[in-house]
């Protein structure tokens, strides 16, 4: 059965300082998604990562995955205020399977 | 596109009431599905449709819980009775074949209080 688990799931940042959220997966899954939720909105799609090795960017998000170590990582550089959000994973394994969410909380 | 459209958007009732909740997909997506979301359990899959067909239902917490897709433009989640261990966001989604590029578009959900 596959399982995700994010780390961490509470991260408090200063404005301006980098940060990497990981995204480990249990069993094969060959693509990935990033979601972000504002707090009382819905999920809206970040990245889809499709093969070993993908990068994929979008203004200070980075999103990568490792297929043999069944671990994918958003990078968050420079961090901004309008970056306060939770952020999920989901792992294809027939159906799509979430992690825990990573409550992000950007400060001035 | 319009996106996911859900309603009510609120709903507020009495332990032992019939809820319904309804989705509308987006247009020429193949795929519908049903989420929970809690404090507690994260978001769960409670059940997903293809071509109007329920797929997989193993999420469905009981038989009080049940859903149907009449059509492709058209889904509802039924709660008889509801209890108050059930309030939580529930969130339709639609796709088209997963995988790929194909990710799931969440419709606003619907926030359920159950007294």
């Known amino acids: 059965e596959l399982k995700v688990e994010q780390n961490p799931l509470f991260l408090s940042m200063q404005e301006g300082k980098n940060y990497t959220i990981y995204c480990n997966y249990s069993?094969?899954?060959?693509?990935l998604y990033w979601y972000r939720q504002d707090p009382g909105k819905s999920l809206e799609s970040l990245f889809v990562?499709?093969?070993?090795?993908a990068v994929k960017q979008e203004g200070r998000l980075m999103a990568s995955l490792d297929t043999k170590a069944r671990l994918s990582t958003l990078h968050i550089t420079a961090a901004v205020h309008d970056l306060s959000a939770t952020y999920f994973c989901?792992?294809?394994?027939?159906?799509?399977?979430f992690g825990q969410g990573t409550e992000l909380s950007v400060k001035p | 596109d319009a996106g996911v459209i859900q309603s009510p958007r609120h709903e507020v009732t009495e332990m032992g009431q019939e809820v319904t909740l309804r989705c509308k997909p987006i247009s020429g997506h193949d795929y519908l599905f049903w989420y929970r979301q809690t404090m507690m359990r994260g978001l769960e899959l409670l059940i997903y449709f293809n071509n109007n067909v329920p797929i997989d239902d193993s999420g469905m917490p009981e038989d009080r819980f049940s859903a149907k897709m009449p059509n492709a433009s058209f889904s509802t989640l039924k709660i008889q009775p509801s209890e108050p261990r059930d309030s939580a966001v529930y969130f339709c989604?639609?796709?088209?074949?997963?995988?790929?590029?194909?990710?799931?578009?969440f419709g606003p959900g619907t926030r359920l209080t159950v007294l």
């Open positions: 069993t094969t899954s060959d693509r």
């Open positions: 989901a792992a294809q394994g027939g159906k799509l399977i």
């Open positions: 990562l499709l093969s070993n090795g």
């Open positions: 989604a639609s796709s088209l074949t997963p995988g790929g590029r194909n990710e799931q578009f």
